[in-house]
Every structure is written in C-alpha cells, then in structure tokens.
C-alpha cells in the first residue's frame, strides 16, 4: 500500500492548511488511518488517527483545533489544521494500518509534508 501526502506549507499563526493522504494498492482494507508528525530534535508523534467506522482520536495538544476525516470509497484521509501555532511546525506523516485481501496486517507511511508555522 502506498501513501501519498499532501498540503503541506508556510502559514501564519491562526492560519489554517489542510493535508490528504491518498492511499493505493491492490485489494486492502484500510481499518486504520492517522496523522502523525515529527519536530526537529523529536519524536514522531501521534497527532490524529480515525478508524473505518469513524471512531477519532486525538493529541491534546490539537483537541479543538484539528479535525480528522477520512473517504472510505477513496481512501483518503484528511487533516483539517485550523488556528495553528508555531509549535504545529513539523513533518506531517500519514499512516495507514489494515488488512491485505490475503488477510495479512500491513501499515504503511507518507513521505511527509512540512508544515511551517510562523510567529
């Protein structure tokens, strides 16, 4: 399965950005898709996840201003990254997690987008 990410960019604090993360492949079930992001001299980091039937999780840090959504017919998923702020500044990755026609358990990974948050 691979994942393509983008909307990534430079905004202002209090701006807003969205990213995609389009997944493909041959014959998988996406059960799992999340937002994850990496700071300079950090670890990666949880920052969203959304399950197939629509349960999200959040980072606390991001409760109240990001939200999660996902395409099941397109297998995409989004991040709406509203009211920003400089700590948001990261690599943004997505992730994906589920099951291969086989019944094998995969997950796979974005390439990443930056998102560059200024003061």
């Known amino acids: 399965v691979q994942l393509q990410a983008s909307g990534g960019g430079l905004v202002q604090a209090g701006g807003c950005l969205r990213l995609?993360?389009?997944?493909?492949?041959?014959?998988?079930?996406?059960?799992?898709m999340g937002w994850y992001r990496q700071a300079p001299g950090n670890q990666r980091e949880l920052v969203a996840g959304?399950?197939?039937?629509?349960?999200?999780n959040y980072a606390d840090s991001v409760k109240g201003r990001f939200t999660i959504s996902r395409d099941n017919a397109k297998n995409m998923v989004y991040l709406q990254m509203n009211s920003l702020k400089p700590e948001d500044t990261a690599v943004y990755y997505c992730?994906?997690?589920?099951?291969?026609?086989?019944?094998?358990?995969?997950?796979?990974w974005g390439q990443g987008t930056q998102v560059t948050v200024s003061s």
């Open positions: 992730n994906v997690a589920g099951s291969t026609g086989w019944g094998f358990p995969f997950t796979s």
């Open positions: 959304i399950r197939s039937g629509g349960l999200t």
């Open positions: 995609s993360c389009a997944a493909s492949g041959s014959n998988f079930r996406p059960n799992y």
